[in-house]
C-alpha cells in the first residue's frame, strides 16, 4: 500500500469512484452522483480537465479525464492510435 502523497490535502477534493477499491458501491448519494462526506478523493493536481486523484482509504494513484474545461484529445490520453498511423 503506497503512502499518501506529499500533495493530498483535504481541502483538495473530488468525488470519482476509485477504480481499485470501488468504496462507494452501494452509497446513495455516491450513486445519485452527488457529494458524500465519506467517498472523495484527494485532488492531487490537474491539467486541465486532466485529474490526479488519490484514494485516502485504498491510496490508489490514477489520472481522470473529468471532461471539463480544455480536454484533451484521445490520442494525448493513449485511448486510440494517432490517428493515420
Excluded at 468504496?23 to 462526506?37: L, N
Aim: aromatic residues 8%.
Amino acid at each position: 500500500m503506497l503512502p499518501l502523497d506529499p500533495q493530498a490535502d483535504p481541502g483538495r477534493r473530488a468525488w470519482v469512484a476509485c477504480p481499485k477499491c470501488a468504496d462507494a458501491r452501494g452509497c446513495e448519494p455516491c450513486e445519485q452522483r452527488r457529494t458524500c462526506s465519506t467517498h472523495w478523493r484527494y485532488l492531487l493536481t490537474n491539467t486541465g480537465s486532466m485529474l490526479h486523484l488519490q484514494c485516502p482509504g485504498c491510496t490508489h494513484v490514477w489520472v481522470h479525464e473529468s471532461g471539463f474545461g480544455a480536454t484533451r484529445s484521445r490520442w494525448e490520453t493513449g485511448s486510440d492510435a494517432r490517428p493515420g498511423f
